[in-house]
């Protein structure tokens, strides 16, 4: 049966205790934390950028088995250049948007997808001036600007792969199983350790790594919080109650 503790029952002094054993140990620079942070990143952004393009081409087979081929030739010269064939295969592009995420298109554009009327196409989309760009939003065509998103590009996986929770999910992984360190702290001798001196648990990795959030929406301030605050604390050192230390701790 749940227990809610005496203490946490009425307002009182709540002091921060700190493990003897970490008292005078050397802290973390801010440089050294940002090398190793970057690394985090550097790697989390090619794992991410690989299985999000691995997704989006096992997606996009999936939908018409002929479209990269197609493309492929189309870019490689196998196939002829000519304006047709880039027009049959922007056709087929676009049936598969109108089938994938139906409120995309403006509705004379979407009526000549769905009749596959090639020579309305190019008159409604084709033949005008349209940038494409890459949106973490749903995908929309509109005012001569085409934003693909998720939605399209991952089809079926989009509800289940944020990146957010990826994040997330990747930094609580590592920090957890690593005991403290991720890739990058365990590449520059740093080590994550509780004030308290307890082992970190899977929720004290889960709540540093979603603390990178509160970090960072304070205009990264909470980031640079570790070059003044006395213990180098930044905000997610402070929600999950850790430092940043140089030299990790023998097991």
């Given at each position: 049966m749940l227990r809610i503790p005496a203490r946490g029952r009425h307002v009182t002094q709540e002091p921060s205790v700190i493990?003897?054993?970490?008292?005078?140990?050397?802290?973390?620079?801010?440089?050294?934390?940002?090398?190793?942070?970057?690394?985090?990143?550097?790697?989390?952004?090619?794992?991410?950028?690989?299985?999000?393009l691995g997704l989006t081409l096992l997606n996009v087979r999936h939908a018409d088995p002929t479209l990269l081929p197609r493309l492929e030739a189309l870019m490689s010269g196998e196939a002829p250049a000519d304006?047709?064939?880039?027009?049959?295969?922007?056709?087929d592009a676009l049936v598969m948007v109108g089938e994938r995420t139906p409120d995309a298109l403006p509705p004379p554009v979407a009526e000549a997808v769905a009749a596959r009327d090639l020579e309305r196409v190019k008159r409604e989309f084709l033949d005008r001036d349209v940038?494409?760009?890459?949106?973490?939003?749903?995908?929309?065509?509109?005012?001569?600007?085409?934003?693909?998103g998720p939605d399209l590009l991952l089809g079926r996986y989009s509800s289940v792969f944020s990146w957010g929770a990826f994040f997330v999910g990747w930094f609580t992984l590592w920090t957890r199983l690593?005991?403290?360190?991720?890739?990058?702290k365990f590449l520059f001798g740093l080590q994550i350790v509780k004030l308290d001196g307890k082992p970190l648990s899977w929720w004290d990795a889960f709540g540093r790594s979603g603390g990178y959030g509160a970090s960072a929406a304070t205009a990264f301030l909470g980031f640079l919080e570790a070059i003044?605050?006395?213990?180098?604390?930044?905000?997610h050192d402070r929600i999950s109650g850790t430092v940043v230390i140089r030299h990790p701790l023998r097991p």
């Open positions: 493990a003897p054993h970490l008292l005078g140990r050397p802290l973390a620079t801010f440089r050294r934390r940002s090398l190793a942070y970057l690394f985090d990143l550097i790697l989390f952004a090619t794992l991410f950028g690989v299985l999000f304006s047709t064939s880039a027009s049959l295969l922007a056709l940038v494409v760009v890459l949106s973490s939003g749903p995908t929309r065509l509109r005012d001569g600007r085409f934003e693909i690593l005991k403290g360190r991720t890739p990058g003044w605050h006395p213990n180098r604390q930044a905000i």
